[in-house]
């Protein structure tokens, strides 16, 4: 425990918690009296309860899921890790995995559009987030969701405190975003839709905000991906949800792509890996890529991804250096 005197009349002690659910970093505000200190007023400095991610149940999800779970056991993020695993079409029957530190909870398969026959494996994401909103047992409305892609390692802990009506999360850096097209699928409040509000996962947020909005955050994912066949749809039909139901929308630099090399001079909490990595500036030589990992974790211990000295800024040198660790920590 550590202690500051701000002033004579009051004094701030900051404790720290080694992770456990429901533990948090606090401040505790004391006042001087002749009768000893008073405690003023007690404030949770992150309220996060859930650190929640989706995926599917296939080799190409697996090893993302373990890298995540290993790094967020390491830097001892707060908040239950829960992984909802869904069944994957092309692996029918396939056995699910276990988790070193997260709660599986097994789904079903939403991939396939039984009406247009469309094959979309971000339909898991959608329906097994609305499913365990309604279902998992006590799960309160004004508890905080940090909800991640497995496609993502923790350098460092994500600690926000968020209020009910408020969302904070990664901003869409694309310069590109804030013209898309795809906005049009809004029916109200489309002048929410700022640069400053383009916040995509990571983002925390209340369970009654994700309870209020996720019926319409499905409905418009789905419309964009029939109407302009787009991956990312449901990217586009979160910040619509949430505009069209007045969420007041807070972005930080928290989980950034790779590939924003602009904004990698430092580390964030979060690395997030979706795309190629290339060993030049002018990508035209392909160096890492996780679709292509995949291959390389069917046996243990995992082959090592190029040494960190290729990568061209700081968060692909971590990414590498991070995989490379796991491997020679807990695998040989």
């Not at 599917?56 to 373990?66: F, L």
């Not at 955050?217 to 139901?245: F, P």
Request: neutral net charge; glycine residues 4%.
């Amino acid at each position: 425990m550590r202690c500051w005197i701000r002033s004579q009349r009051h004094i701030y002690f900051s404790a720290t918690a080694d992770y456990d659910p429901g533990h948090y970093n606090q401040v505790i505000i004391f006042s001087a009296s002749r009768d000893g200190p008073v405690v003023q007023s007690l404030k949770s400095m992150c309220n996060i309860k859930y650190v929640v991610y989706s995926t599917s149940n296939s080799p190409y999800q697996d090893w993302q899921c373990e890298l995540l779970d290993y790094t967020y056991q390491k830097v001892k993020q707060p908040g239950k890790l829960i992984r909802l695993c869904s069944e994957d079409d092309k692996y029918p029957g396939r056995p699910f995995k276990e988790s070193r530190c997260a709660e599986v909870i097994r789904m079903r398969s939403w991939m396939k559009n039984e009406r247009t026959g469309d094959y979309w494996g971000i339909a898991n994401k959608l329906n097994s987030t609305k499913e365990w909103i309604s279902t998992y047992p006590g799960l309160g409305d004004e508890d905080v969701v940090l909800f991640l892609d497995p496609d993502m390692i923790f350098i460092k802990p994500v600690r926000f405190h968020v209020e009910p009506g408020e969302v904070v999360g990664q901003r869409w850096l694309d310069p590109w975003m804030e013209k898309s097209w795809n906005f049009r699928f809004a029916n109200k409040n489309k002048h929410l839709i700022t640069p400053e509000y383009l916040v995509m996962y990571p983002f925390c947020i209340t369970v009654g905000d994700m309870r209020t909005i996720v019926d319409r955050y499905i409905a418009v994912a789905y419309e964009i991906r029939e109407k302009v066949d787009c991956w990312e749809a449901d990217m586009y039909g979160l910040i619509i949800a949430m505009a069209e139901h007045g969420l007041k929308v807070k972005t930080e630099f928290v989980g950034l792509f790779t590939s924003w090399k602009e904004y990698s001079h430092r580390l964030y909490s979060i690395i997030h890996y979706p795309v190629r990595i290339f060993a030049d500036e002018e990508e035209t030589q392909l160096l890492w890529f996780k679709q292509h990992y995949t291959n390389d974790t069917l046996t243990r211990p995992w082959k090592p991804p190029p040494h960190p000295r290729f990568g061209t800024n700081i968060s692909e040198k971590m990414l590498f250096a991070v995989i490379r660790e796991y491997i020679e920590t807990e695998q040989l």
